[in-house]
């Protein structure tokens, strides 16, 4: 029985078809759309209620101030503020210090900015920082910077475990400021260092396992401590007179002494100079400005410490950008007004061989050691908590598989991630091996400037798209200023540490390609296609078709498709001929929309979807419901594709009596291999088995001729395919044997202008020009031109040189067969005359079919056969239908003739200009 039409056939059986609305069970996720919102109920208890259920706000009891205000500054403070303003100082100079201030606040203050418009521009669950960039990027990058952000916070954590064993070992070690006679000094050493810091985080530990709410409380006493200490110090500038002071011997070989001088125009001149030829008493190493800067910047790290806390908020759109802002400001002028002060007051050796000078000059000395041991502590509470919440959210979202699946269940009843808590605890004690503070201050300086510049990142990508849904009610921001924020964080990265920021990148970049490869597909939506949607609306509306040249012409195919059980072979060949053009996958659904409850059209897309991706082909897909199925087609040439990419090229399947097969299983559309939940994946059984022998088409013979006339009148070129369920395109791929594409540029029913080559038969030599140039193609198969000739030698040696400067010319590299035909033109003008028909006399289209033999017709399907042993497709002139109705079937009937038995055929009619002699 025929192969009916590509295009028309069986409609999709689709389960579930009777009722309007389908209801079924949603699980809660980031896609869930807003379905309604109650305005009856007490604003204490809002209904919103989304397609995927909501959240549990139970564990939401944290406020502006203790969960983001006070976290930040602690952060921001922590060892930096007492032991290392006066190191910058020292080593750098007022004037560098102050620059360098700027430049951090300058690049944090652009990423508040981008954090503050994320966070307003709708509901924040757990993991901040990771949180945001995941749900604005897309998985691959929320999941590649969520894990450097928790390494980030992991080294930190260390970071200032280590700046508190060392104000400890600073006042309690040999020659401490706070050891007397009755108080004996801490034993000192590289291990009784880890050992102190290990004692440090694991106090950490068991505050982080209590819970938020004490972390909460414990932030809020150091965060006063803190502050009363740095009221004294501030007081003592004023107060204290000019001393000296005592400077350990193993900091500064000659001179033990260092003069504080109190407010002097002198000390402040002297300190506006740098010294980086003066090491680093701690490590040994010279210093530069990137170098200081490295660790200075660590002073400004602690605006996520807010974001961190998001899920336990009780509004965090609110809480962080005006936590977080605050928190920025304020710790900015602490910074500025300390410099200044200690610029006037102590002297450079003081600066660069006593890092913890404050305690020495202040009044009450004990407050600043207890003001450094608070902050610093707060500073390692903060970033251990934060660490282990970006871990449970990374195992809640199983971006990694089983390997955070003990994190995920790790939970109390409370929400607290204890697992999630242990690994980060073990992971920070990992990292206390490396020692010195300076040198680990580099490594937190590389991965926080990566995380903020992806957070700038996300805000960019969002502005840019210009989503209606992006509308954050933090205003003052722009895709600008996240730019400079991105430019700004990349740039002090590599002056930072080249070879540690193109580390990180590396590993950022593995993270992505394995989350890309992992997570085909997520909930969260993709920012990317926000952007390629602006991009290619942009372009499109540039791409005038009034500016089209010949030139640069390309294939725009309509592949219209009944059934893809039997056509997957031919929509892999279309998509390798359209030569990188527009694709679309056509098919028309017979009915009326009265029929139905809902639109069927849209209920079978996602399968074809399915389909393209699992044949690998880049089509478009363009479904449409019709009365007819002519009607149909009517509508797919005349609306498929936008703007200036639409289809010039309408693709057929062949009309005849054989029997369609199933394609599915040989072009890898297997059966599944256990039953799932998702429809949309097993797309083996959402199409419709194919047309049983005596079954009726739904296209008549007289209806697909009148299809083949609309597509000329629509101004479209147009091609009939046939037996291409025979074609492997794998095998004639990977045979080493070549095989050859075919054309045979001559319309067999007028035998007459096999000299002459018209617009058609340029066209049918462009498109199996453009296969050929397919890699896979090339590179297996050579193209073959078939000349016809006759007894003149001379005339057919005259007309194959012409046909091959022709071809030269046209840049077509294809061999010249000639072929003669005279025996078979013969038969042809045999039946002329018998009919008493002139040859010499012009034929009207009308009498194109009825005076082509049917014995001709035999005897051109042999010729043409006898040269297709090696032929793995075939491209033959279509002759167009006479305009007379009652000849169709007998068209259709010789085409049937001349092509049977044929290898893979495209039988090609082309009425555009596709080429030029030009340059």
Same mark, same amino acid.
């Given at each position: 029985?025929?192969?009916?039409?590509?295009?028309?056939?069986?409609?999709?059986?689709?389960?579930?078809?009777?009722?309007?609305?389908?209801?079924?069970?949603?699980?809660?996720?980031?896609?869930?759309?807003?379905?309604?919102?109650?305005?009856?109920?007490?604003?204490?208890?809002?209904?919103?209620?989304?397609?995927?259920?909501?959240?549990?706000?139970?564990?939401?009891?944290?406020?502006?101030?203790?969960?983001?205000?006070?976290?930040?500054?602690?952060?921001?403070?922590?060892?930096?503020?007492?032991?290392?303003?006066?190191?910058?100082?020292?080593?750098?100079?007022?004037?560098?210090?102050?620059?360098?201030?700027?430049?951090?606040?300058?690049?944090?203050?652009?990423?508040?900015?981008?954090?503050?418009?994320?966070?307003?521009?709708?509901?924040?669950?757990?993991?901040?920082?990771?949180?945001?960039?995941?749900?604005?990027?897309?998985?691959?990058?929320?999941?590649?910077?969520?894990?450097?952000?928790?390494?980030?916070?992991?080294?930190?954590?260390?970071?200032?475990?280590?700046?508190?064993?060392?104000?400890?070992?600073?006042?309690?070690?040999?020659?401490?400021?706070?050891?007397?006679?009755?108080?004996?000094?801490?034993?000192?050493?590289?291990?009784?260092?880890?050992?102190?810091?290990?004692?440090?985080?694991?106090?950490?530990?068991?505050?982080?396992?209590?819970?938020? $709410?004490?972390?909460?409380?414990?932030?809020?006493?150091?965060?006063?401590?803190?502050?009363?200490?740095?009221?004294?110090?501030?007081?003592?500038?004023?107060?204290?007179?000019?001393?000296?002071?005592?400077?350990?011997?193993?900091?500064?070989?000659?001179?033990?002494?260092?003069?504080?001088?109190?407010?002097?125009?002198?000390?402040?001149?002297?300190?506006?100079?740098?010294?980086?030829?003066?090491?680093?008493?701690?490590?040994?190493?010279?210093?530069?400005?990137?170098?200081?800067?490295?660790?200075?910047?660590?002073?400004?790290?602690?605006?996520?410490?807010?974001?961190?806390?998001?899920?336990?908020?009780?509004?965090?759109?609110?809480?962080?950008?005006?936590?977080?802002?605050?928190?920025?400001?304020?710790?900015?002028?602490?910074?500025?007004?300390?410099?200044?002060?200690?610029?006037?007051?102590?002297?450079?050796?003081?600066?660069?061989?006593?890092?913890?000078?404050?305690?020495?000059?202040?009044?009450?000395?004990?407050?600043?050691?207890?003001?450094?041991?608070?902050?610093?502590?707060?500073?390692?509470?903060?970033?251990?908590?934060?660490?282990?919440?970006?871990?449970?959210?990374?195992?809640?979202?199983?971006?990694?598989?089983?390997?955070?699946?003990?994190? =995920?269940?790790?939970?109390?009843?409370?929400?607290?991630?204890?697992?999630?808590?242990?690994?980060?605890?073990?992971?920070?004690?990992?990292?206390?091996?490396?020692?010195?503070?300076?040198?680990?201050?580099?490594?937190?300086?590389?991965?926080?400037?990566?995380?903020?510049?992806?957070?700038?990142?996300?805000?960019?990508?969002?502005?840019?798209?210009?989503?209606?849904?992006?509308?954050?009610?933090?205003?003052?921001?722009?895709?600008?200023?996240?730019?400079?924020?991105?430019?700004?964080?990349?740039?002090?990265?590599?002056?930072?540490?080249?070879?540690?920021?193109?580390?990180?990148?590396?590993?950022?970049?593995?993270?992505?390609?394995?989350?890309?490869?992992?997570?085909?597909?997520?909930?969260?939506?993709?920012?990317?296609?926000?952007?390629?949607?602006?991009?290619?609306?942009?372009?499109?509306?540039?791409?005038?078709?009034?500016?089209?040249?010949?030139?640069?012409?390309?294939?725009?195919?309509?592949?219209?498709?009944?059934?893809?059980?039997?056509?997957?072979?031919?929509?892999?060949?279309?998509?390798?001929?359209?030569?990188?053009?527009?694709?679309?996958?056509?098919?028309?659904?017979?009915?009326?929309?009265?029929?139905?409850?809902?639109?069927?059209?849209?209920?079978?897309?996602?399968?074809?979807?399915?389909?393209?991706?699992?044949?690998?082909?880049?089509?478009?897909?363009?479904?449409?419901?019709?009365?007819?199925?002519?009607?149909?087609?009517?509508?797919?040439?005349?609306?498929?594709?936008?703007?200036?990419?639409?289809?010039?090229?309408?693709?057929?399947?062949?009309?005849?009596?054989?029997?369609?097969?199933?394609?599915?299983?040989?072009?890898?559309?297997?059966?599944?291999?256990? &039953?799932?939940?998702?429809?949309?994946?097993?797309?083996?059984?959402?199409?419709? #088995?194919?047309?049983? #022998?005596?079954?009726?088409?739904?296209?008549? #013979?007289?209806?697909?001729? $009148?299809?083949?006339?609309?597509?000329?009148?629509?101004?479209?070129?147009?091609?009939?395919?046939?037996?291409?369920?025979?074609?492997?395109?794998?095998?004639?791929?990977?045979?080493?044997?070549?095989?050859?594409?075919?054309?045979?540029?001559?319309?067999?029913? $007028?035998? =007459?202008?096999?000299?002459?080559?018209?617009?058609?038969?340029?066209?049918?030599?462009?498109?199996?020009?453009?296969?050929?140039?397919?890699?896979?193609?090339?590179?297996?198969?050579?193209?073959?031109?078939?000349?016809?000739?006759?007894?003149?030698?001379?005339?057919?040696?005259?007309?194959?040189?012409?046909?091959?400067?022709?071809?030269?010319?046209?840049?077509?590299?294809? =061999?010249?067969?000639?072929? &003669?035909?005279?025996?078979?033109?013969?038969?042809?003008?045999?039946?002329?005359?018998?009919?008493?028909?002139?040859?010499?006399?012009?034929?009207?289209?009308?009498?194109?079919?009825?005076?082509?033999? =049917?014995?001709?017709?035999?005897?051109?399907?042999?010729?043409?056969?006898?040269?297709?042993?090696?032929?793995?497709?075939?491209?033959?002139?279509? &002759?167009?239908?006479?305009?007379?109705?009652?000849?169709?079937?007998?068209?259709?009937?010789?085409?049937?003739?001349?092509?049977?038995?044929?290898?893979?055929?495209?039988?090609?009619?082309?009425?555009?200009?596709?080429?030029?002699?030009?340059?």
């Amino acid at each position: 029985m025929a192969e009916i039409p590509k295009g028309m056939q069986q409609p999709m059986v689709h389960p579930g078809h009777g009722s309007a609305v389908q209801h079924q069970d949603h699980r809660p996720d980031d896609k869930s759309p807003l379905l309604r919102y109650r305005l009856d109920r007490s604003l204490s208890r809002p209904d919103i209620i989304l397609g995927g259920g909501g959240s549990n706000g139970s564990s939401r009891n944290l406020s502006t101030f203790f969960g983001v205000f006070v976290p930040c500054v602690l952060s921001m403070f922590s060892v930096i503020l007492f032991l290392r303003v006066g190191f910058a100082i020292g080593h750098a100079g007022e004037l560098e210090t102050l620059g360098m201030f700027l430049l951090a606040y300058f690049i944090v203050l652009l990423t508040v900015l981008s954090i503050s418009a994320i966070s307003t521009n709708g509901a924040i669950e757990g993991g901040g920082a990771y949180f945001m960039i995941s749900r604005a990027l897309g998985p691959e990058f929320g999941g590649s910077i969520g894990v450097m952000f928790y390494i980030a916070n992991v080294f930190s954590c260390a970071l200032y475990c280590i700046g508190l064993t060392e104000a400890i070992e600073d006042n309690f070690g040999p020659s401490g400021a706070l050891i007397n006679d009755h108080v004996p000094p801490l034993p000192s050493g590289q291990w009784w260092t880890l050992l102190y810091s290990s004692c440090v985080l694991l106090f950490c530990l068991g505050v982080c396992m209590i819970g938020a $709410k004490m972390f909460a409380r414990t932030s809020f006493i150091i965060f006063c401590i803190v502050n009363i200490s740095l009221f004294s110090v501030f007081l003592s500038f004023f107060i204290q007179g000019p001393m000296d002071i005592k400077i350990r011997a193993e900091n500064k070989e000659n001179d033990t002494k260092a003069n504080y001088t109190g407010f002097k125009a002198e000390t402040f001149e002297e300190n506006l100079e740098s010294r980086y030829d003066v090491p680093d008493y701690t490590t040994g190493v010279k210093l530069s400005f990137a170098a200081v800067f490295a660790i200075i910047f660590n002073g400004c790290t602690g605006i996520m410490a807010g974001a961190n806390m998001s899920g336990e908020l009780k509004n965090p759109s609110r809480a962080i950008p005006l936590g977080t802002m605050a928190a920025c400001i304020f710790t900015g002028i602490i910074y500025a007004v300390l410099s200044v002060l200690i610029s006037y007051t102590c002297s450079k050796d003081l600066l660069l061989y006593d890092y913890g000078f404050l305690q020495d000059i202040n009044v009450v000395p004990p407050l600043v050691a207890v003001g450094v041991l608070a902050a610093t502590l707060s500073a390692s509470l903060s970033t251990l908590i934060g660490a282990s919440r970006v871990l449970i959210a990374l195992a809640r979202d199983q971006l990694f598989g089983i390997l955070l699946y003990p994190v =995920e269940w790790g939970v109390t009843r409370s929400g607290n991630p204890w697992v999630a808590v242990l690994i980060s605890w073990f992971l920070v004690q990992c990292v206390l091996l490396l020692g010195q503070l300076n040198t680990i201050a580099p490594l937190v300086t590389i991965f926080f400037l990566l995380s903020y510049a992806a957070t700038n990142l996300a805000c960019m990508a969002l502005d840019i798209a210009s989503a209606p849904n992006f509308r954050p009610s933090f205003h003052f921001f722009s895709w600008h200023s996240a730019l400079l924020g991105i430019l700004g964080c990349l740039t002090m990265m590599f002056l930072t540490n080249a070879i540690f920021a193109s580390i990180s990148l590396v590993v950022f970049l593995a993270l992505f390609i394995y989350i890309y490869l992992r997570v085909p597909e997520s909930e969260w939506g993709y920012v990317t296609q926000a952007l390629i949607f602006h991009q290619v609306r942009k372009y499109l509306l540039k791409l005038d078709t009034r500016k089209d040249h010949v030139k640069f012409w390309r294939p725009q195919m309509l592949l219209l498709i009944s059934n893809p059980r039997s056509g997957c072979q031919l929509i892999r060949f279309v998509n390798d001929m359209k030569k990188s053009g527009l694709f679309v996958l056509g098919h028309v659904k017979t009915g009326t929309l009265d029929e139905f409850p809902t639109d069927p059209v849209q209920e079978e897309i996602p399968a074809w979807l399915k389909l393209v991706d699992t044949l690998h082909v880049k089509a478009f897909t363009e479904l449409t419901l019709a009365t007819t199925v002519r009607e149909g087609v009517q509508h797919l040439m005349r609306l498929a594709g936008l703007g200036g990419m639409k289809p010039n090229t309408v693709v057929l399947g062949f009309y005849d009596d054989d029997p369609p097969e199933d394609t599915f299983i040989k072009c890898g559309v297997n059966r599944p291999q256990s &039953p799932t939940d998702d429809e949309d994946v097993d797309i083996f059984n959402q199409f419709p #088995p194919l047309r049983e #022998p005596g079954y009726d088409k739904l296209v008549s #013979p007289i209806e697909y001729v $009148k299809i083949m006339t609309d597509c000329i009148r629509l101004q479209k070129n147009i091609c009939l395919t046939r037996y291409f369920y025979e074609l492997d395109r794998d095998k004639i791929t990977r045979n080493g044997e070549p095989s050859y594409i075919d054309v045979w540029p001559v319309n067999f029913f $007028k035998p =007459e202008t096999v000299g002459y080559l018209d617009t058609a038969c340029i066209f049918l030599l462009q498109v199996a020009c453009v296969l050929h140039m397919v890699p896979a193609w090339k590179k297996q198969t050579k193209l073959r031109v078939f000349l016809c000739s006759e007894l003149d030698e001379v005339a057919n040696t005259n007309r194959k040189e012409k046909l091959g400067r022709f071809l030269k010319e046209l840049r077509i590299k294809a =061999e010249i067969i000639s072929v &003669p035909w005279q025996n078979v033109i013969t038969l042809n003008t045999q039946n002329m005359v018998e009919s008493g028909i002139d040859e010499d006399l012009p034929t009207s289209p009308t009498s194109l079919i009825t005076n082509v033999s =049917e014995n001709y017709i035999h005897a051109l399907n042999r010729l043409v056969k006898s040269y297709t042993q090696k032929t793995a497709v075939l491209f033959c002139y279509l &002759p167009l239908p006479s305009a007379d109705e009652r000849e169709h079937e007998q068209y259709l009937q010789l085409l049937d003739m001349l092509t049977a038995a044929f290898p893979p055929t495209v039988l090609v009619h082309g009425i555009q200009e596709v080429t030029t002699l030009a340059l």
